[in-house]
């Protein structure tokens, strides 16, 4: 915080206003480099996301099985680790038995603990003969637009 | 609300307490049908939704502004149109310029009347020189999880 006080320094000295004054531009002056520190944050976080498209294609008579514990899967590990952070799988109209999951985690450091995970290897012994083929896409993100609560 | 109405009667009639706790048992009653048709409607309106996972193959050259406007796409849509919900962009590693999005919105009626919209025909003029194919595939969605604020 040294480089905040060396800030807040430096308009208190070019300011000479009465002492009420004074007290609200540190505290502005504060917020504002707190927000630039939380954007900061926000951006790294972002940057070391691992990001992933998972392709998977379903043995059909075994869907409905699969997709119940592909939804567990999903909301264990969200609910459980700290460094899984989204999960979309969807299914093709036209063949339910082809499945996209979309996967983001906080960085590959939280991915290689979530594949070492009770749930994780449960799912992976439970679906071993569901699961037909699997490609793993690794993707970065372009971007993403959400209304909130979404 | 003559169901709530009724069905706190039927309470009321049942449980003869004291009246502080009649009351509470009102106030009890009436959230548990409020979470229920909360509950309720927003699994209709999941149900309802339209999702889709656009498949973009974007002249190499032409990568940076393409996801420059395909970005202001996703955020002035989202912004702007109610039916519009959730978009994600992503690119793969070894081949940024095949690009996938995972595109949510309300109801299929939202998504015809953003087609319609001046800044998504703005976009399709923009990028019709940039982009090599397009493959529309319509998806359900299995499931999603998502840590709070994602």
Same mark, same amino acid.
């Given at each position: 915080?040294?480089? &905040?006080?060396?800030?807040? &320094?430096?308009?208190?000295?070019? !300011? &000479?206003?009465?002492?009420?004054?004074?007290?609200?531009?540190?505290?502005?002056?504060?917020?504002?480099? *707190?927000?630039?520190?939380?954007?900061?944050? @926000?951006?790294? %976080?972002? $940057?070391? %996301?691992?990001?992933? *498209?998972? $392709?998977?294609?379903?043995?059909?008579? %075994? *869907?409905? $099985?699969?997709?119940?514990?592909? =939804?567990? %899967?999903?909301?264990? @590990?969200?609910?459980?680790?700290?460094?899984?952070?989204?999960? !979309?799988?969807?299914?093709? &109209?036209?063949?339910?038995?082809?499945?996209?999951?979309?996967?983001? !985690? @906080?960085?590959?450091?939280?991915?290689?603990?979530?594949?070492?995970?009770?749930?994780? =290897?449960?799912?992976?012994?439970?679906? =071993?003969?569901?699961?037909?083929?699997? $490609?793993?896409?690794?993707?970065? *993100?372009?971007?993403?637009?959400? =209304?909130?609560?979404?």
């Amino acid at each position: 915080m040294s480089h &905040k006080n060396h800030i807040m &320094k430096a308009f208190k000295t070019a !300011y &000479k206003g009465p002492p009420d004054l004074n007290k609200l531009l540190s505290v502005a002056v504060g917020l504002f480099i *707190l927000t630039l520190s939380f954007a900061k944050n @926000a951006m790294a %976080q972002e $940057k070391n %996301q691992m990001i992933r *498209l998972a $392709k998977i294609e379903v043995d059909p008579s %075994q *869907l409905e $099985k699969y997709n119940a514990v592909l =939804k567990e %899967q999903m909301t264990t @590990a969200v609910r459980m680790e700290p460094g899984v952070l989204t999960y !979309y799988a969807v299914a093709d &109209k036209n063949d339910p038995s082809n499945i996209t999951i979309l996967e983001i !985690y @906080a960085d590959s450091a939280a991915y290689k603990s979530h594949i070492e995970t009770p749930h994780f =290897k449960k799912y992976k012994e439970t679906v =071993k003969d569901m699961v037909k083929s699997l $490609k793993l896409i690794d993707v970065t *993100l372009i971007g993403s637009a959400k =209304k909130p609560g979404m």
